[in-house]
């Protein structure tokens, strides 16, 4: 029996709620009888002809009506509800009893429309919503409307609504990007520039303004810039530009030139990079870059050239051979001297077999063990005889270095050899030894087998604050930190043994109690009849070096915490080429874990099309040393690939090796 509370609408009754989608069919399917507006018969025209709008319109829409602010939305407007919410229970209802979590922010909005007022209007304003089963904060753009009734008066309030929520995210999102590129920019002191070749104008940001003088323009003339530049550069830096804007070269500038500051004429020296963007005509219509102050750089590099060249005139006056011996393939490399000393002539070609045969064979096993105690060690020296071509016996002194791979297994050694065959008398011996110890800038001091202090050199005064007067005829432990006493008493039973102890680093107190980081080289001092006697220490301020490697290891630490906060992708490789570090955003934008980037590599974040294109640029990078840059296609976690600009570039040690 048909349920006379419950009636079912004609279809001329329905039309005004025909078509809607699903809010269309649930409004007409929906028992309206028990509702807070009754059966949709007694609806005023003024209701129908709104819900016509609202279910027919593909924008979000709401409505609220009557006193009780009843509840109707359209399809459109059905997924900012979200999940487990508020659908489909709202729909006839109340609003403050849905919208409770934001009634206090929208009430007063309704109740100026219902009182007549103007409309309202609000764009990407933060209201959150209880969706989804949670609270989520929820950005929106929304207009609140008057509905008249058939009396003229404002019966219901009509809401047309976009959720903005992704589009305020996202700019959220760049605006950091933004925020974050321009610190890093400014950390890194660069002056940046974008440059218009068709108005021959460039904008630049301040601190480039300032080095060339032209702080109050907003934009800058190329030619008025050039003029900065130091005239003995110009044409230079005029070639490079026109060669950037030709497409055939690239696109890509990196030169180096000082500018001559107009207001105190001070020479800055600048690295100046960047790249040319062509249109379909391969015509240039943007070329932009960064500037870079590296004055302080040119300088530490020259006085490292001059310092090389002191250092090739000191090795040249002492007579030092010197050599590089690849470990692993046998490879050697050595100066004229080196060949001098093993009795050739300059220029002649030896394979490390025919230098071994020079070795006489009773000394054969001294050079193997010193080689054995240096892969342990890390430091070479021993004494041996040569037999050259015409059958003459020759002493030599070969000292050399290890350095290590990143498995701490021995990778090559650097050194020098010594002619110390005795072609001159015990007293010129001795006045050239007086002269090193006097002049050496190492500490150099004897002591007997007790260990009292025989001898004090001007280096050992200089380093300890104690003069020689002071420390002749006193026990060494003077200088040894109280948690260090065993050291000395270990180093005097080793030197009873006969044993020499090298490159030994320990702490040392000064005259003034500051503690000293120093590295020791100790050899047994013998008498005529052999007998050891005492000792003669070789003691080198390594503070300054232990305090650098400190600060490194610490600008490593925070190297990585500053890139794992970044949002950028932040990787290094080795010299070799290897990558070997990839900062948070990496496995994050990748889905990938540092186990499965080890294992398989990181070429698998790399679209499959831009892989051979990739290890190409890489590997011509890795050995020219030039900058590695690329577009290319990195995969996300969710399976989509994006576009990508690396870049990569090479930093070199003092020698010039990446």
């Not at 030709?246 to 990196?254: H, I, N, T």
């Not at 990078?621 to 995969?635: M, Q, S, Y």
């Amino acid at each position: 029996m048909e349920n006379p509370e419950h009636k079912i609408l004609s279809v001329t009754e329905q039309q005004f709620l025909s078509g809607g989608g699903e809010m269309g069919k649930l409004m007409r399917s929906k028992d309206w009888s028990q509702s807070l507006v009754g059966t949709t018969d007694t609806w005023p025209q003024s209701l129908r002809t709104t819900l016509s709008i609202i279910l027919n319109s593909k924008f979000p829409m709401f409505l609220f009506w009557g006193p009780q602010l009843v509840c109707f939305y359209n399809d459109a407007y059905r997924p900012s509800l979200g999940n487990e919410g508020k659908h489909p229970g709202i729909l006839g209802s109340r609003a403050e009893d849905y919208w409770q979590e934001i009634w206090p922010v929208i009430k007063p909005l309704i109740d100026q429309v219902l009182a007549g007022g103007e409309a309202t209007w609000s764009e990407d304003q933060l209201i959150p919503i209880y969706r989804n089963g949670k609270m989520e904060d929820v950005y929106w753009t929304f207009s609140y409307s008057p509905v008249n009734d058939e009396s003229g008066k404002p019966a219901g309030v009509f809401v047309t609504c976009n959720e903005t929520t992704d589009r305020v995210n996202t700019r959220s999102k760049l605006e950091e990007s933004i925020n974050q590129l321009e610190f890093a920019i400014e950390a890194a002191k660069l002056g940046t520039w974008d440059y218009n070749p068709a108005t021959d104008k460039f904008i630049c940001n301040n601190r480039l303004k300032e080095w060339f003088g032209l702080a109050h323009e907003s934009e800058i003339e190329l030619q008025n810039a050039i003029q900065v530049i130091a005239e003995k550069d110009r044409q230079y830096v005029v070639d490079a530009i026109q060669k950037a804007l030709d497409y055939a070269s690239g696109g890509y500038y990196e030169v180096e030139y000082s500018i001559i500051q107009p207001h105190n004429q001070q020479e800055i020296i600048v690295q100046v990079k960047g790249r040319a963007w062509f249109n379909d005509e391969k015509i240039a219509y943007r070329f932009n870059g960064t500037m870079e102050d590296v004055t302080g750089q040119v300088i530490a590099r020259k006085k490292l050239e001059e310092n090389d060249e002191k250092l090739n005139i000191v090795i040249d006056a002492s007579a030092l051979g010197t050599w590089e011996l690849d470990l692993t393939s046998k490879a050697i490399t050595y100066s004229d001297r080196y060949l001098e000393i093993l009795g050739h002539k300059k220029g002649e070609v030896l394979k490390h077999e025919e230098i071994i045969k020079h070795l006489h064979p009773d000394d054969l096993f001294i050079r193997e063990r010193a080689f054995n105690e240096a892969y342990e060690t890390g430091t070479l020296h021993y004494e041996s005889r040569l037999i050259w071509a015409d059958g003459s016996t020759h002493w030599i002194e070969g000292r050399g270095k290890v350095f290590y791979d990143e498995e701490s297994k021995p990778l090559k050694m650097i050194g020098t050899v010594r002619d110390i065959t005795d072609s001159q008398s015990r007293e010129e011996n001795m006045a050239r030894m007086a002269a090193i110890v006097q002049f050496s800038s190492d500490a150099i001091i004897s002591k007997n087998l007790n260990g009292i202090i025989t001898s004090w050199n001007a280096a050992a005064e200089q380093i300890f604050g104690y003069t020689e007067e002071e420390m002749i005829g006193q026990s060494l432990i003077r200088l040894i930190p109280a948690d260090r006493i065993n050291e000395e008493t270990n180093i005097l039973q080793r030197l009873r043994n006969g044993e020499r102890v090298d490159h030994f680093e320990t702490k040392r107190i000064t005259r003034d109690n500051k503690i000293l980081d120093v590295s020791l080289t100790i050899s047994p001092i013998r008498s005529n009849n052999g007998n050891i006697i005492g000792a003669s220490k070789i003691a080198r301020n390594i503070t300054l070096q232990k305090e650098a490697e400190r600060l490194i290891a610490a600008n490593e630490q925070k190297f990585r915490v500053l890139a794992d906060s970044m949002p950028q992708f932040v990787w290094t490789g080795d010299a070799a080429g290897n990558l070997n570090y990839f900062n948070q955003a990496v496995y994050k934008y990748s889905g990938l874990t540092q186990e499965q980037v080890n294992k398989d590599g990181w070429l698998q974040i790399v679209h499959p099309d831009d892989r051979e294109a990739n290890v190409t640029a890489w590997i011509h990078a890795v050995k020219t040393g030039t900058d590695f840059i690329l577009e290319h296609r990195f995969g996300r976690s969710d399976g989509e690939y994006r576009w990508q600009l690396s870049r990569a570039i090479p930093q070199r040690d003092a020698e010039g090796n990446i």
